[in-house]
Structure formats: structure tokens, C-alpha cells
């Protein structure tokens, strides 16, 4: 995949240092400029190929919301997330009206930041993988599917719980590959065996299924992989 690039439209110079250096730490990221206004960042568009804008609402020429529509009619391929100190719930509409990507609130973290970019790449490559599409495929890119949600009416046995649930089934919902019980566990930040127990009662609720593969050396491993809807 190539890299996204990405333009930073922020009126606070500081600001804007923070972002591009939180951009630096995701390597599937190049930042092609930053513009402190409206007309700047207009510019860049018209200079540059963007991917990417994460921009902000308050700005000494024009309203990053007023903005959108520009954006939308001259460049439609660009995706936008929203950065922004407002909490008026009327620029939120209007960014969702405009197909924004997510909108975050200042001041962000950049835990929180890194993790919001990194979704979108995974969306983005999700969506340059198929050339065809289906209801699950469709569900991966929009959140937890129908078959999800009814876990949340599920009553759960001692030891499950609902948070760690949903964490698992989004770990095996980005796979497109089995995964051992270790390798969930890493990527959820639990243990071996809180996976397991987890993954062996999302078998039991036929939400996934296991096989047994065999590696080089021949020692069998058990693999799982969620179940289609």
C-alpha cells in the first residue's frame, strides 16, 4: 500500500508540530503540508495528491465545516477526520452530513490519535483488498455486525465479560487468517489463556470455529477463525 498522505489543516502552528509528530510514529503515513487557514489549505489541495485531512474547525477565514462542501465538490476522493476544540453538537451533524471519516475532540491523545489513523488505514486497505464485496465484509467496515450485537443480549457465564468479548470477536473480525489463542492474546494485550477461554466460549455460542493446523516442525496448533454470517 502506498503511503497515505496526508495534509494538516490547523490554525495553532503548536498544534499542528503535535500532530505531524504523532503522524511520524505510523510509518503507512507521509504528511504533505500544514496549513494554518482555509485558503492555505485549498492550496495544498490544488498543489498536491492528499489522501488524507485532518482538519480543524476554528480558523481565522473560514469554518472547517463551511469548508467541507468546498472540499467535497473540487477534490470528492479525499477522506477528512475532523480535530477540533468545538462541542457543538451542530458541526458534528454537518461533518457526518459530509461523510467525515471520525471527528475528535481537543485536546486529543496520542494514544487515542494514533489509534484513529490507524483505523482508517486498516479500512482503506480493507477496502483495496476486494474487488467484490458481501454482507460481512460490509460489517467489518462499518463496526460490529448483526450476529455481534446479539452477544450483547447474551447473559455470560463466571469469567466472561462483555468488554473482553467484543475485543476478541474485533481481533478475529480483522483476520483474514486463523489465529492461535497466543497471537489473540497479543493483540488484544491479554494472556494465552484469557483468550483461549474466551475463544473456546465463542465456539460453544458458535461465533467461531477452530481447526488444527500443523507448522513446520509438525507440532499441531489450534487456529480460530470467526464464523461467517
Known amino acids: ?3 497515505v498522505k496526508t495534509l494538516i489543516v490547523e490554525d495553532d502552528f503548536r498544534v499542528a508540530d503535535i500532530h505531524e509528530k504523532f503522524l511520524e510514529k505510523i510509518p503507512e503515513v507521509k504528511v504533505i503540508g500544514k496549513a494554518l487557514n482555509a485558503e492555505q489549505a485549498l492550496e495544498l489541495l490544488q498543489e498536491n495528491s492528499v489522501d488524507l485531512i485532518l482538519l480543524d474547525i476554528y480558523m481565522p477565514d473560514q469554518l472547517g465545516t463551511d469548508l467541507l462542501s468546498t472540499i467535497r465538490h473540487q477534490f470528492p476522493d479525499v477522506d477528512i477526520v475532523m480535530i477540533t476544540a468545538a462541542t ?10 459530509h461523510g467525515v471519516q471520525n471527528y475528535l475532540i481537543k485536546p486529543v491523545t496520542m494514544e ?3 489509534n484513529i489513523i490507524n483505523e482508517y488505514i486498516e479500512k482503506k486497505e480493507l477496502i ?3 474487488d467484490e464485496i458481501d454482507q460481512e465484509f460490509v460489517d467489518r467496515l462499518f463496526g460490529k455486525s448483526y450476529k455481534d450485537k446479539q452477544i450483547n443480549d447474551t447473559k455470560f457465564p ?12 474485533d481481533v478475529l473480525s480483522s483476520s483474514d487468517e486463523g489465529l492461535s489463542a497466543e497471537q489473540v492474546g497479543k493483540r488484544m494485550g ?3 489463556t484469557t483468550a483461549r477461554r474466551y475463544l473456546e466460549y465463542l465456539i460453544s455460542a458458535n461465533y467461531c470455529r ?6 513446520i516442525v509438525g507440532r499441531p496448533e489450534r487456529k480460530y477463525y470467526k464464523n461467517l454470517i
Open 88 to 97: 457543538d453538537k451542530a458541526f458534528l451533524e454537518k461533518a457526518m452530513h
Open 112 to 114: 487515542r490519535f494514533i
Open 158 to 169: 463466571k469469567g466472561i465479560d462483555e468488554l473482553t468479548l467484543s475485543k476478541v470477536l
Open 190 to 192: 491479554a494472556s494465552r
Open 128 to 130: 483495496q483488498s476486494r
Open 210 to 215: 477452530a481447526e488444527v493446523e500443523y507448522g
Open 1 to 3: 500500500m502506498e503511503p
